[in-house]
């Protein structure tokens, strides 16, 4: 329950916090090493970024890309309605891609990654930075090029890549 509480304060911060102020709004200073052991495991990953300790919000979850899909372990959901409004939900034409986060399926996927109590946006905002398909295309120019050098010499934990980390900024 404790690790669900710490994924939506994450997510609710643009799914990365600095480790000391994450200790202070959810627990404070007093029980640091049990946030250190809350925080060892496939669900957050621990980031030095220019001398301070951040922790990231990660998951194996992702959209499933197919538009018809018979038992996969992604969620079945719109790139568009994930974002916030889906075209093809307004007037006569309807998506082929689903719009209800709470399917049968999506649920499943949900509580097995103990993900069932974000809101449509932290969900997002997880998603965004774990799944590179949601993602705008990478522009490769001189500017994406430092930036990618700058953010690689940081000791960031592989699982925000790169290619990734440049995405956001191009």
Known sequence: MAQQVLLKVICNHQGTLDYAYLAD????ADIICALDKLVENDVFSIAVCNGNKRIIAKTKVRRCRAQQCDGC??????????????KNSRGRRTCRFGHDLHSEHNSIVLREHKLETLSRQELRQLLLQNDNSLLPPV??????????LCISNFSFIRSVTDSHSVSHVS
Do not use: M, P, T, W
């Open 25 to 28: 709004i959810v627990c404070g």
């Open 73 to 86: 372990n992604d969620l079945h959901l719109c790139k568009s309605y994930l974002f916030g409004d889906c």
């Open 139 to 148: 522009r490769a120019n001189r500017f994406n090029f430092e930036i990618c």
